[in-house]
């Protein structure tokens, strides 16, 4: 009998919140300035007024990456002997640096990337800590 699917956890849940198997980016939005902005912020950084908090796509183009050739901190799994890093800009208009899954064959600047859940540790409790990373997204 397969295993129960865990229930994916927010490391951090002022930062992103996880829905089944999408991690889900929280931002937020000044509609006077029509900016974003990531973390969520109380007041726009360019006018002074109260912003909206916003739930950003997941999706964005890569403008720069790197690959670490170490292993990463904590627990996350690994496959390989190191991880990409990508600054990605998010279609909110945002940008956000995170771990980028693939090799780095598989980057290229101005590429779309999606959000996706990356499990981190082991599963306690049919809970499963997530962070979030970006992956070359083949859609159009
Ligand atoms: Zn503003």
Known sequence: ??????????????????????????????????????????????????????????????????????????????SGDGYGIGQIDLDEGVRVQAIIGGTSADWGVGQRFAARVAPIGDVEDGRQAALYEFWPDPSP
């Not at 964005?60 to 904590?74: E, N, R």
């Open 1 to 78: 009998m397969a295993p129960e699917s865990p229930i994916y956890t927010s490391t951090d849940p002022e930062l992103f919140r996880v829905e089944g198997t999408t991690p889900v980016l929280m931002g937020s939005r000044c509609s006077n300035c029509e900016i974003s902005f990531y973390p969520r912020r109380w007041i726009c950084a360019v006018c002074m007024r109260e912003v909206a908090d916003v739930d950003f796509a997941g999706t964005g183009t890569l403008a720069a990456y790197t690959y670490v050739a170490t292993p990463v901190y904590g627990r996350k799994a690994l």
